[in-house]
C-alpha cells in the first residue's frame, strides 16, 4: 500500500496544488443599465442612470458565499422498515460582502438591482424578469490562469442589503452586505485537455 504523505505532495506538485479562498470572481449579467432606487423611470435624469454595474459589482465583491442545494427526502414505510428516496432540492440563500466605493457607487448598485424587485417609492413589486439575473462564480488557479470551477446561479436577486453602523470610534472601511436568492446554481469544471 502507498503512503501519501507529504513527501507524496511535494514529489507531485502538478497534482497537488492547493486552492486558494482568494482567487474569484462574482459576475453579474444584465445590471449595466440601472436606475437609483427611488427614483421614477420616467423622470430619471442622466445622474440617475448607472451603466456599469456588472464590472463595479466585480471589483467590489470581498467575499461570496458558494452555493450549495439540500435534498428533501420521502420516505415510504412499509412493515417495520422504511426507504428513503432523494425528494426535491432546495437551494440555499447567499450572501456577498462588498467593499463599499463612494465614486464606484457599490451601493446604489445593489440597492438599484433590489429595486427591480420592490420599489419602496411605489410599493410595487416588479415581474421576475426585471430582476431575476444570471450570476457566475468563477474560481481560478492562484496565477488565474485557469478556471478550476464555475457556478451559473440562475434566477439570482438581491433579497436583503444590510451594512455596519457608523462609529466614530473607528475608521474601518465601508462595507455592505447582500443577501442572494437564486432558483438554482450549477456547478461546471471546465474541459480538461
Not at 14 to 25: I, M, T, V
Request: net charge negative.
Amino acid at each position: 500500500m502507498a503512503s501519501f504523505g507529504t513527501y507524496h505532495l511535494a514529489d507531485n506538485p502538478q497534482l497537488y496544488e492547493p486552492a486558494r479562498s482568494n482567487n474569484f470572481e462574482f459576475i453579474v449579467t444584465g445590471i449595466d443599465d440601472l436606475i437609483n432606487a427611488g427614483v421614477d423611470k420616467a423622470t430619471a435624469t442622466e445622474k440617475d442612470h448607472i451603466t456599469n454595474g456588472q464590472e463595479v459589482l466585480r471589483v467590489s465583491v470581498l467575499s461570496s458565499s458558494v452555493p450549495h442545494f439540500n435534498l428533501s427526502k420521502i420516505e415510504v414505510k412499509r412493515g417495520n422498515n422504511t426507504v428513503k428516496f432523494a425528494g426535491t432540492p432546495t437551494f440555499d440563500d447567499g450572501s456577498l460582502v462588498l467593499n463599499d466605493y463612494i465614486g464606484a457607487r457599490t451601493k446604489d448598485i445593489l440597492l438599484a438591482w433590489q429595486a427591480l424587485a420592490y420599489d419602496v417609492t411605489s410599493e410595487k413589486v416588479h415581474r421576475a424578469t426585471e430582476y431575476k439575473k444570471e450570476a457566475t462564480l468563477v474560481e481560478y488557479s492562484p496565477d488565474y490562469e485557469e478556471v478550476i470551477r464555475t457556478w451559473t446561479l440562475k434566477g439570482c436577486w438581491i433579497s436583503g442589503v444590510s451594512e455596519g453602523e457608523f462609529s466614530n470610534e473607528t475608521n474601518d472601511k465601508r462595507q455592505v452586505t447582500a443577501t442572494i436568492v437564486y432558483d438554482k446554481a450549477i456547478p461546471q469544471k471546465p474541459d480538461v485537455e
